[in-house]
């Protein structure tokens, strides 16, 4: 059983997707803590009603990334978390904080990586015309939306479609795949090698998520 932190600015729809898979009997990872930049996150209410220990730590408080990214580091390491989800967390997080966690911190993104980092990706999918899109979970490091790739979800883009629709249907692939790449990790059944991740008896068919047509 491993324990884990999950860092949160907004809805935390992610978040409730790993509580519930948390919930069960035969999954290997427990949440320990939920942090939020954000006072107002809705996500904090549903790790309440989950019963899990919440802390706000407003990026408005501290003076600079660093001293912010201190604290965060301090509250984590309180809570005894050996991993951390990154989940809708709005914040760019300093080189010595990432590198202080790198491989111990996951990031769920609504893109297929490397395509679409940043803001926007819905839109800036559409807007490019690819046809598939998606979303990845993968470490983080210390550039943004970067790291070795654990597991990604290909969603089509439909004709004429628009950014919210695309968003809503990605998302619950994310909903699906964050938790399939917690699973992984906290069995121990993920490496990193180089800037690439091996995963050992991966049952490739039920891990990958492809939905070439619209539900
Ligand atoms: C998700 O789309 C996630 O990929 C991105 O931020 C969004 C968070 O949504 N990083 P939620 O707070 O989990 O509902």
Not at 32 to 54: C, F, H, M, Q, Y
């Amino acid at each position: 059983m491993i324990d884990v932190a999950v860092l949160i600015s907004g809805s935390g729809t992610n978040l409730q997707a790993l509580i519930d898979n948390c919930a069960r009997d035969d999954f290997p990872a427990r949440i320990v803590l939920v942090i939020s930049n954000n006072p107002d996150a809705k996500g904090l209410e549903r790790a309440e009603k989950a019963g899990i220990p919440t802390k706000v730590i407003n990026h408005r408080d501290y003076p600079d990334r660093e001293t912010y990214d201190d604290q965060l580091d301090e509250a984590l390491n309180e809570c005894g978390a050996k991993l951390i989800c990154l989940a809708g967390f709005m914040r760019i997080l300093d080189a010595r904080f990432v590198n202080r966690w790198r491989n111990r911190m996951l990031n769920i993104h609504p893109s297929l990586l490397p395509s679409f980092k940043g803001l926007h990706t819905h839109e800036r999918a559409i807007e490019a015309g690819v046809r598939f899109t998606g979303c990845t979970v993968h470490y983080v490091n210390p550039e943004l939306d970067d790291g070795p790739i654990i597991t990604q979800a290909v969603v089509a883009i439909n004709p004429d479609e628009g950014a919210d629709s695309l968003a809503e249907r990605i998302l619950s692939q994310e909903h699906i795949i964050y938790p399939q790449a917690l699973k992984l990790v906290a069995e121990g059944r993920v490496r990193v090698v180089g800037n690439k991740v091996t995963i050992r008896d991966a049952d490739y068919e039920n891990l990958m998520c492809v939905n070439p047509k619209a539900e």
